[in-house]
């Protein structure tokens, strides 16, 4: 039942396109550059506030130019992507318990939406205080 | 409702020289008849050299496996009217070599399976026990989602990165793997664990999610198989920086 006998047939390149889910999967993997954009993005500002005053307000011209905007914009709405399609994600990987009882899937996503709300808000308390 | 529908099914006859390609049957369009209904009539009344795989008829057995209009199903639980007015396009399961008309090869996965060691290993030397071993409905809930399995390959087809490496052991023969290490009677998680932790075991896997969604039997492949990489990647970390007797 192998070798000659049987036919292997190649995947298409485009094979991502083929399913609405397969391009959510993959639209969720490429959101990772953004990510990774983001964090160059913070570590470029953390560089340029150490650096002084002339350096920040360079930093902020270059941020506001269209073409790092409209790359921010985009970025954005994967950052929403990774984040929706992750936290969803979560209670299939987690077998989590308590007193011997499955916690509910959407319990750990409503945990991990309060727990991004907190960190979110202590951040905004720290830059605007 | 019209009282026929179309299958366009595809054909392959490994002794002839043609690339697989569809051919179209009409068959009664009835309400309690499903696709594997329709490839019987086929079958049995228009074309007898038509091959495909079927047996129980009633999402048991898992031999009927095919891709219904791109989709993974067991043809026996697809329904002809949810797929009215058609036409229906029929073709054997995605990613494995074809063997003839809707049958594939599965010998790939037969290989794979006894590589997680998908049986009860025990670290006694007890070859035969005195009564049975008991568990608590709590231990039998443990695994039980993972022991409804029935091999019928709907995951293999769904899994891109099975098609595209077909080197990865895949979601199948790692859920059953979970299935016996969540076995309070096993004390073979160890052995598994050197198996699955290779690149093409569970680090294969990019959570396409695409096999628990298909799984005609609710199984999780995919909630399996994060799990053993989080099993994995804790042994990682214990082994780093635990001493040997602690891990």
Not at chain 1, 103 to 113: F, R, T
Not at chain 2, 69 to 78: D, F, K, Q, S, V
Not at chain 2, 109 to 136: A, C, S
Not at chain 2, 149 to 166: F, Q
Request: proline share 6%; net charge neutral.
């Amino acid at each position: 039942m192998s070798g000659n006998l049987t036919l292997r047939q190649p995947m298409s390149t485009w094979w991502w396109l083929r399913k609405r889910t397969y391009f959510v999967f993959v639209m969720r993997e490429l959101s990772s550059l953004f990510v990774a954009w983001y964090v160059l993005f913070l570590l470029l500002l953390v560089r340029a506030v150490d650096r002084g005053d002339a350096a920040y307000a360079d930093f902020l011209d270059w941020a506001g130019s269209p073409v790092i905007v409209a790359i921010n914009v985009v970025a954005f709405a994967f950052i929403v992507l990774h984040t929706v399609t992750w936290f969803s994600l979560t209670p299939q990987a987690m077998d989590l318990r308590v007193g011997g009882r499955p916690v509910p899937g959407w319990q750990i996503i409503a945990g991990q939406y309060a727990g991004l709300a907190l960190v979110s808000g202590f951040v905004w308390w720290l830059v605007t205080r | 409702m019209a009282s026929t529908i179309t299958l366009s099914v595809t054909r392959w006859r490994p002794d002839r020289s043609m690339p697989p390609g569809p051919q179209e049957y009409e068959v009664p369009l009835r309400k309690e008849w499903t696709v594997l209904d329709g490839l019987n009539h086929i079958k049995n009344e228009i074309d007898q050299t038509l091959a495909f795989r079927w047996s129980c008829r009633m999402g048991i057995c898992g031999s009927c496996g095919m891709n219904v209009n791109g989709e993974p199903r067991l043809t026996c639980g697809a329904f002809l009217s949810d797929y009215a007015p058609g036409p229906i396009r029929v073709e054997p399961l995605a990613n494995f070599p074809i063997a003839r008309d809707l049958i594939v090869d599965m010998s790939d996965f037969m290989e794979k399976l006894p590589r997680v060691k998908p049986w009860v290993i025990r670290d006694d030397d007890v070859t035969e026990i005195d009564g049975e071993y008991l568990q608590t409905p709590e231990e039998l809930d443990a695994y039980k989602q993972f022991s409804m399995c029935i091999n019928c390959m709907l995951c293999y087809a769904a899994c891109p990165v099975y098609g595209l490496d077909p080197d990865f052991v895949g979601p199948a023969a790692i859920a059953l793997a979970e299935r016996y290490d969540l076995d309070s009677r096993d004390h073979g998680a160890r052995e598994r664990l050197d198996v699955l932790i290779e690149h093409e075991g569970v680090w294969g896997c990019t959570f396409v999610g695409e096999c628990t969604r298909v799984c005609p039997k609710h199984v999780d492949p995919a909630g399996a198989i994060q799990r053993y990489k989080l099993k994995a990647a804790q042994q990682t970390v214990k082994a780093f920086l635990l001493p040997r007797a602690m891990r």
